[in-house]
T-cell receptor
Framework: NAGVTQTPKFQVLKTGQSMTLQCAQD?????MYWYRQDPGMGLRLIYY???????DKGEVPNGYNVSRLNKREFSLRLESAAPSQTSVYFC???????????FGQGTRLTVV | GQQVMQIPQYQHVQEGEDFTTYCNSS?????IQWYKQRPGGHPVFLIQ?????EVKKQKRLTFQFGEAKKNSSLHITATQTTDVGTYFC??????????FGTGTRLKVLA
């Protein structure tokens, strides 16, 4: 089992460029999440999907959009990247929203 | 909005010493989880606490949920170099989303 797979692992963008971070889980989980991690800030929830077909904003949704493509996949899109979006992005999933979350390996994004 | 704070932010201990990190929420929580993140790695689930006053143990780790369900602690007895990493608590008020604390980075000196 791969668990939670994120692509890409590393990315450098220029300000104003767009990109999509991909996330897929093979554990038949219902809930999926996108977090960003900045030094000294812990993990902050960007968007989450409690179940297939639903998405909701987290703590820091501005500048991002998400798509729950199917039960397995949950993508995060940056429409116009800004230097403030330089961060490590983690995707996570859980069977139910109250259960333990399994995290992907992370995507290190730098916006210059 | 809901806020979860952790103290201390950093802790350096000598191998064999004990370590405690504290988690405090601005609102009453329904559940709290603890995660460990090794340097350069991703968060890994340790435990979940649900009941008021609950205490759970995992070998040298002891987790506690406060009576008012607004605070929690993680205590490690006799730290080892393998305990190095950042420990996060994550709490929910039952709104389908967990808010993570700021984390405590533990360094263990051999």
């Amino acid at each position: 089992n791969a668990g939670v797979t994120q692509t890409p692992k590393f990315q450098v963008l220029k300000t104003g460029q767009s990109m999509t971070l991909q996330c897929a889980q093979d554990m038949n989980h219902n809930s999926m999440y996108w977090y960003r991690q900045d030094p000294g800030m812990g993990l902050r929830l960007i968007y989450y999907s409690a179940s297939e077909g639903t998405t909701d904003k987290g703590e820091v949704p501005n500048g991002y959009n998400v798509s729950r493509l199917n039960k397995r996949e949950f993508s995060l899109r940056l429409e116009s990247a800004a230097p403030s979006q330089t961060s490590v992005y983690f995707c996570a999933s859980s069977y139910r929203s109250v259960d333990e979350a399994f995290f992907g390996q992370g995507t290190r994004l730098t916006v210059v | 909005g809901q806020q979860v704070m952790q103290i201390p932010q950093y802790q350096h201990v000598q191998e064999g010493e004990d370590f405690t990190t504290y988690c405090n929420s601005s609102t009453t929580l329904s559940n709290i989880q603890w995660y460990k993140q090794r340097p350069g790695g991703h968060p890994v689930f340790l435990i979940q606490l649900v009941k008021s006053g609950e205490v759970k143990k995992q070998k040298r780790l002891t987790f506690q949920f406060g009576e008012a369900k607004k605070n929690s602690s993680l205590h490690i007895t006799a730290t080892q170099t393998t305990d190095v990493g950042t420990y996060f608590c994550a709490g929910t008020t039952g709104t389908y989303k967990y808010i993570f604390g700021t984390g405590t980075r533990l360094k263990v000196l051999a």
